[in-house]
């Protein structure tokens, strides 16, 4: 075990995964973590247990009083993010009524529970948040009709009654939900309307999406640039579709890599900025509210790094 229990975060992705010794049985759950995973203090190792990240045979496990057993097959998962819990403040709702809620999402943040974390996410944040302190025994109704990548910002909806689960699924198939993105990407996008449309599909072997030649999923991107620089371009995205990473993908084989997407050949480093996440926001988002039929048009403010690249680069309207 490791001799201090004072806390560090951990800031990069690790994964360990043993099988509790003999020697081990009996012991709570946060004191075999330290003996097995080199390098993790027990403080460490509770922080992990409580978001989320211990797995023992399959299930994850939240207690750290857990007493193990010899054999049991224990998985920890750190994804290099916070430790701490995210909660949803008043500032960050953008419009809440008895059936939907529309949440404009830090960047950073997983929107749904991983292998290394339940609390600490969008999801879990929302649960939390819509507790009736009068009932708490009751379960909130959470449907999660968007999905956005863990360092994408912005706008994203949840409807929070179960009547309006389904048309907003509905909404969503029908392509009846409008969203658009900002975008700065690298290099200096041409004026005008554009149009990319391709077949999609993620590898497995990296875990990438690409643009295939048949066999993948249909994906038109439109888009066009709204500022520019000698070096890079802001740019206004409209996803026709909505596939797994539609846009990153399709502006890098354009030649227009996100910036600090380094996932699809964006640089980590432009000029001497560092880049320390993919500059792409969810702007806008346009629907007619499930159960009123009445017209929504909601805004996400620019994420404060987001506005700060904005303003370094002097990017001037077109």
Known sequence: MNSTDGFSPLTKRM?????????????????????????????????????????????????????????????????????????????????RDADIIVLNKPAGLETQPTPARYQGT?????????VDPFRPQLQPSIGMVQRLDRDTSGVILFSISPRAHKPLTTAITTHALHKTYLALVAGVVPPGEHEITSLLARSHRDNCVRSIPRGGKEAVTQYRRIAVSE????????????????????LSEAGFPLLGDTRYGGPPQFGNMMIPRHMLHAQNLGLMHPLTRQPLQLTAPLAADFQMLVNHYHLTAC
Not at 49 to 57: E, L, Q, T
Not at 67 to 92: F, N, Q, R
Not at 122 to 130: D, G, M, W
Not at 233 to 247: A, D
């Open 15 to 95: 994964h360990w995964n043993f099988i509790v010794p003999a020697d081990d049985a009996g012991l709570r759950l946060d004191q075999v973590l330290p003996r097995q995973c080199s390098g993790l203090s027990r403080t460490q190792a509770r922080k992990i247990i409580d978001i989320g990240g211990v797995h023992v045979s399959g299930r994850r496990v939240r207690s750290c009083s857990r007493s193990v057993k010899g054999g049991e097959d224990i998985a920890v998962y750190c994804d290099g993010l916070s430790l701490a819990p995210y909660t949803i403040s008043a500032d960050a709702i953008l419009y």
């Open 122 to 130: 969008l999801y879990a944040a929302l649960s939390e948040f819509l």
């Open 231 to 250: 070096t890079c371009s802001l740019v206004e995205v409209t996803p026709i579709t909505g596939r797994m990473h539609q846009i990153r993908v399709h």
